[in-house]
């Protein structure tokens, strides 16, 4: 499975963005799909996952009540909706997968090391 993320761009505080993930070669069928960040100058940080059901969801608290991850009704793509934007989540957003049948997940969803399949990054730019 290969992935790609599609969807950054520049808005304003207080706006709205959404990316999605989308595979190739593959389906998000039993992955979990997460999202990390990365800003400049600083290291790559979780953001949210889902699991393979849609079931269970994981969000850092720096984007909970803001941000919602949801599969969407094909296999194959993972969306992040970002609201509320600030301009400390000006990033280079990317997805993730590992390949798990979790039920539910916890902490350990936030490790980078857990996920082989990565995409490559979307910028997302939010201005003040």
């Known amino acids: 499975v290969q992935l790609q993320a599609s969807g950054g761009g520049l808005v304003q505080a207080g706006g709205s963005l959404r990316l999605s993930c989308s595979a190739s070669?593959?389906?998000?069928?039993?992955?979990?799909v997460a999202w990390f960040r990365q800003a400049p100058g600083k290291e790559r940080e979780f953001v949210a996952a889902?699991?393979?059901?849609?079931?269970?969801?994981y969000y850092a608290n720096s984007v909970k009540g803001r941000f919602t991850t949801s599969r969407g009704n094909a296999k194959n793509t993972v969306t992040l909706q970002m609201n509320t934007l600030k301009p400390e989540d000006t990033a280079v957003y990317y997805c993730?997968?590992?390949?798990?049948?979790?039920?539910?997940?916890?902490?350990?969803?936030?490790?980078?090391?857990?996920?082989?399949?990565w995409g490559q990054g979307a910028q997302v730019t939010v201005s003040s």
């Open positions: 993730a997968a590992d390949h798990s049948t979790a039920q539910k997940l916890g902490d350990w969803t936030t490790r980078r090391n857990k996920y082989r399949r």
């Open positions: 070669g593959g389906t998000f069928s039993m992955y979990t």
């Open positions: 889902i699991n393979w059901t849609g079931g269970s969801t």
